[in-house]
């Protein structure tokens, strides 16, 4: 034990000090100058020793400042020095062999050009020749011997036992990048098959292939002390699909590797860069995923670049990502509204430092403030409005929901009807999930807002404007501001308990970046009335989500960490819709997003409807108000709220729902 903890104190030592600098190229060029120097030597004591005969010093030493200078030449001509002789491969040692050709050559010549002036070769062919062979073997030695001996090393020096998924092409390139790192961090100890036809002792390049059993893999692991598996992006399905939960209920963790970007071997400061630098451990947003958006960068540039954009909200979780979407794409100028004084000085920040060539506007402001919005449209006469501000927190909107229609509506109505007046090309509104048979305040909201934007476009297509309005439905953001993901993070930082509404409650998942894209694509897609909704696979259990990020944590659910049931909170509901039971779909050209068919409304009874709706928002008449909604959109039925007296009141008085009739295109 003391020999096996000196020798590995001794190898991180060498390990640290091989770290510190790469070889400079003119002492790789010494060494081999100086080997070619040590063949030249050698062969001749073999010559001497031989034949018996005395060589003259003077001759001697002519003859291996010649060969010598004419190797330096051919090497500076080659650049066979100018490498790193760790990360040495079949390239470099073909760089080698060339530049010894090439110097026997050379020499040869000079022989043959001897003979003809004094009638004998300078250096004895059979010499030359040996000289050449030697000096390749020697070199080729040298950099295999030193390459094997910083592996050995670095391999006792820390390193992760690792065994990387797959037997493909990119797996076991992967594992054979990953075992000649240089300072690397894991240590490939063999690949994991997927196809259990295959036999479990055939081994890839000195690395064994185990086949996955589920009775067998978790042992086969602890036997070699395994930690992790490490995957590419081209196993990333099936490692969310079936393989995450089995590795993480056996304690063993998930890497993933990223898209690793090229950078300049000569530049010293990427000595640390190395491919493991690119691997991180799985977090749950990875295992959440699905095939993202292929977006249509055709369409959005042609659209985006050098125009005007507007975004409300710009310094939320949506808001920022179009930001900086928008940003990418070139347009012209970028006005950024929102209320937040600080988010807005941070994100101000960044598109500065991201995107200098952008022209960013910073406005503070209230959607809800007309006077104010109005001069912005004045002052710069945006062609894209993308609208994200609102209020999203369904039990906050169910405590103060005259706010929630004010933002979410009122405030909705005023962008709208600026757009509309300003001649803006698009109107491009964020709505949600929540808005499909509402249950609870913020979705009802974000239903009437649907409603009045929808409505607006086609009575402004009659009088002949060509605004556009377009709606895209979003599920739940992984990663925004106040999602269940954050809230589980610090409560397993906190040591629990983890607290979810209801066992069998669930949702839809997305990743911001998504949600943006489908944002752009739709904006430019659409031609105007269109709801979007976007393919968002399978709902995923919120109860399944707390064990698998317990699990990521390494801990135990249940044992470690409490899973702790508080009840539905007031407008929450168990399974969240993308569409109306009535409602249908349509396809468009990317097949992860699609148009919803929904029934249209008349425009001016939309604002008769809304008009007291408003009115008593304002006024603090929170009963009058929801009521008004119930009644205007008769789908919305509060669910664990206090609101859901007014149903009561609605069913026993039986009362009809005095709906704003329908225009005569039903369905669009």
Known sequence: MVDNLLHNIFSLRVVRMFRLHTMPRWLILLIDALIVLVSFMLTILVDVFVHKEVVSILHLMSNALIIVGVFVLVSYVTKSYACVIRLSVIEDLNRILLTVFFTIVLMMLGNIASTLLFGAPYISWVNLLSIGVLSFAIMMVERLLIKYFYMQLTAEGGRRRVVVLGTSVDSIMLADALKGEVSGKYMPVGLLSLDTRKESNREINGLPVYCHDENTTAQLFADNDIEALVFGETWAHEVRSKLADYFMSHDISLLSINKVQEFDINDTSNETKGLSSYIKEVQIEDLLGRDPIVLNNTLVKNQINDSVVLITGACGSIGSEIVRQIATYKARTIILVDQAETPMHELSLEVAREYPECDVKLCIGDVRNKERMEQLFV????????????????????????????????????????????????????????AVNPTNIMGCTKRLAEIYCQSLFFDAQQRGKTTQYITTRFGNVLGSNGSVIPLFRKQIAMGGPVTVTHRDITRFFMTIPEACSLVLEAGCMGHGGEIYVFDMGESIKIYDLAVRMISLAGLKPGIDIEIKEIGLRPGEKLYEEVLNDKEMTTATVNKKIMVARV???????VCNHLKPIIDAARAGEVHDMVLLMKMFVPEYKSNSSDFEAIDREIESNSLQPDRARPTSENYY
């Open 379 to 434: 002052a710069y006469k945006p062609q894209f409005v993308f609208h994200a501000a609102a209020y999203k927190h369904v039990p906050m909107m169910e405590i103060n929901p005259t706010e929630a229609v004010l933002t979410n509506v009122f405030g909705t109505r005023i962008i709208a009807d600026l757009a509309l007046k300003y001649n803006a090309t698009k109107f491009v509104m964020v709505s949600t999930d929540k």
């Open 599 to 605: 029934r249209t409304y008349d425009y001016c009874d």
